[in-house]
């Protein structure tokens, strides 16, 4: 191939998951050409697949609050704008509190919460009972609940986007793994496929469990390590649970866990592995259902009797504080990083895409800046995230 063949672009995004396609749709939106690669057939084959779709700006840190919150507002007015159905339903989260600890932690966490703009309050056992009859009544302190959080189809949400990015202009080729970064003079130039080079002034990273491989590319080494993290869906049953219910305790084998009610009738569930599962095994184990059972029965005695119907097993691509990492990188000039995303790429896509979309293109604003200082590929990673 010659050098005036290669097809040039504004921006190359590796990956077609979680971020690569709002950011692709923000991107394109701006005017810039865009091009998206990924080493599968088609969007959201990756981490995007496994999510059961919890929407959440119930963070415990600034820069997942605002980027969750401006989430929630693209996923919310989705149909209203586009006339398409991403099976949003604003239900709320509920963190519970059955013992002191936990009750310390999250009345601790409400003054920063709410200073970022969240909608969320302390409700004692009797207000929570009332918000959710169904939940265990003995020991429950009560618990923290953020009624504009909420959930939608991961499937049908970055199809949509997908079409949205397609329709501003963005191009995707699929089964086309990335397999080197171009670099002229320590910048970027492209990247090169099994197809060919494609040229590009930018080269953004999101490439979800891999991202380490392909930061190792451009020199760094980013620490994601993808952990393996189960989860499963009922039979349909009468609406009966709005919010999502997080339990935060840690137990034997999890360190918390989590389930809501879809608006189609199921119920999806997931519980964290302690210990971490690290690794790329995604096939389903024999120890999940009895666990996260035990523990959501304690919780909400009336689920006992429903039925599973399937289990499913996904990568979390974890950092070691539980903060994604996101920013340009010092090797080389013109990689982007947008990684790490801790098991909420698909809460965090739209407002991290529209994010990395103002930072390509010079327009950062200071709560951008303040955003990217806490999600430095260069921090200190001795933190830690207190609502993973």
Known sequence: MTERAIPHYDVIVIGAGSIGVPAAMSLAGMGLRTLVLDSAASVGQGSNKHAIGGIRATHSDPAKIRLCLRSIEVFSTWKQRYGEDIEWYKGGYVFVAYREREETTLKNLLTVQKSYGLNIDWLDSFQLLERIPDLNPNDLIGGTYSPDDGSASPLLAIHAFYRQALQNGAEFRFNEPVTELVI?????????TRSGVYGADVVINAAGAWAGQIGRLGGMELPVRPDSHESAITEAVAHFLDPMVVDIR????????????????QLMFCIT???????????????????????????MPRLKNIRVRRTWRGLYPMTPDGFPIVGWSREVDGFLQAAGMCGQGFM??????????RVVTGNAVDSDQQILAMFSPYRNFSGQEQLK
Request: no cysteine; proline share 8%; aromatic share 12%.
């Open 184 to 192: 002229r003079s320590g910048k970027v130039a492209g990247v090169r």
């Open 250 to 265: 840690p137990d034997t084998g999890s360190s918390n866990f989590y389930f809501y009610q879809h608006i189609t009738g």
């Open 273 to 299: 592995p302690s210990p971490n599962i690290w690794g790329y095994d995604t096939r389903e184990t024999s120890s999940f259902l009895p666990m996260v059972a035990r523990r959501m029965v304690e919780v």
């Open 348 to 357: 965090l896509g739209p407002g991290l895409g529209e994010l990395l979309a």
